[in-house]
């Protein structure tokens, strides 16, 4: 039986309108808490660095201001980029936000991809996989209450321990796209973070190579679509907002190099040839029920809030429109 869904929203903080970052934080801050009382499950943070629109550089920060305006929705990061962070201070920070949020912090992960970031950070793009490999098993002995003593190739720590270890340890969940990349998220996370579908067939086989039962995985999933009571009318709304958000993607390398993926001339071609969907309630419910029966590991389905420049006010009208007509009738399905 499939199991039924928590609905996310992906937030990355990012302001290309330039309005002040008091208020835009404010808004949003709000519009997350009125989520969670729509029946709104989970919410996603995600981090990149030097971006001129705000993108957020400080996830875990904004976590703790999310923890203390809601009560039982999970919170997670969709992704930290571990190459570029100290493993024992990310420890130390995601124990306190587990602490902080009664054991409702995920810790997500992701090995990063934008070569001005790690060479501001002063790492190699190249030392990617060992610095995942380590870093997470540095994560995993602090959280243990164990010795972070360790000898590797990218770090050395003393005999020390780490406090206060957290009651509950967050979850450590792995972001990937590429096959190699998928494969060790089933072997050293608890659970995989997809982007539009991709990798999970991967993935499970990931886990049975691991040596895992289906059961020790999880897969929060990571849609790119609109869903509206008219989706095309509010694709002519926003649809340059989606032309901004995926040709920054593609410079910055997100799908390869840049020099071999072409960048969307208009809103056009990318509701023609994606990522992004355009879905109306019955379609949503439709594709979001599939998905979890045909893939059960599925746990979390997660919507960007709004897209880059677009205001708080009209996301929050799709947010309210999926958590009135979308969330309910997945669940009723998936529970009959």
């Given at each position: 039986m499939a199991r039924i869904p928590r609905f996310g929203l992906w937030y990355d903080f990012r302001n290309p309108a330039a309005r002040p970052f008091e208020q835009?934080?404010?808004e949003t801050l709000d519009q997350i808490a009125w989520a969670e009382g729509l029946g709104f499950g989970s919410v996603w943070l995600t981090e990149h660095h030097f971006a001129e629109d705000g993108y957020t550089p400080s996830p875990l920060v904004l976590?703790?201001?999310?923890?203390a305006r809601t009560k039982t929705m999970r919170i997670g990061t969709s992704v930290i980029l571990l190459p570029l962070a100290d493993p024992v201070r990310l420890a130390e920070?995601?124990?306190?936000?587990?602490?902080?949020?009664?054991?409702r912090f995920d810790l997500g992960l992701a090995a990063g991809y934008r070569e001005i970031e790690f060479e501001t950070f002063k790492r190699a793009l190249i030392n990617r996989p060992s610095l995942m490999e380590e870093g997470v098993e540095i994560i995993r002995r602090a959280w243990a209450g164990e010795s972070i003593e360790f000898h590797g190739k990218r770090f050395q720590y003393p005999d020390v321990k780490v406090y206060p270890v957290p009651p509950q340890p967050p979850r450590l969940?792995?972001?990937?796209?590429?096959?190699?990349a998928i494969d060790r998220a089933a072997r050293i996370g608890d659970g995989f973070l997809s982007t539009l579908n991709i990798g999970h067939d991967l993935?499970?086989?990931?886990?049975?190579?691991a040596g895992k039962a289906p059961t020790d995985g999880a897969i929060c999933a990571g849609q790119w679509v609109v869903i509206d009571e008219d989706p095309q009318a509010t694709w002519a709304r926003i649809g340059d907002h989606a032309v901004?958000?995926?040709n920054q993607y593609i410079e910055w390398g997100a799908f390869g190099p840049p020099s071999d993926v072409p960048r969307f001339p208009n809103k056009e071609a990318i509701a023609e040839h994606g990522p992004y969907q355009l879905w109306d309630g019955p379609t949503a419910v439709d594709k979001l029920v599939e998905l979890v029966q045909t893939t059960p590991l599925v746990e979390d389905i997660v919507l960007w809030a709004q897209l880059p420049g677009e205001s708080v006010e009209s996301?929050?009208?799709r947010i309210e429109y999926v958590a009135r007509h979308v969330i309910p009738e997945v669940t009723r399905r998936l529970s009959a």
């Open positions: 835009f934080y404010a976590a703790a201001a999310i923890g920070d995601a124990a306190t936000l587990s602490i902080l949020t009664g054991g969940l792995i972001g990937a796209m590429a096959e190699p993935y499970v086989a990931g886990l049975e190579k901004y958000q995926l996301g929050s009208q």
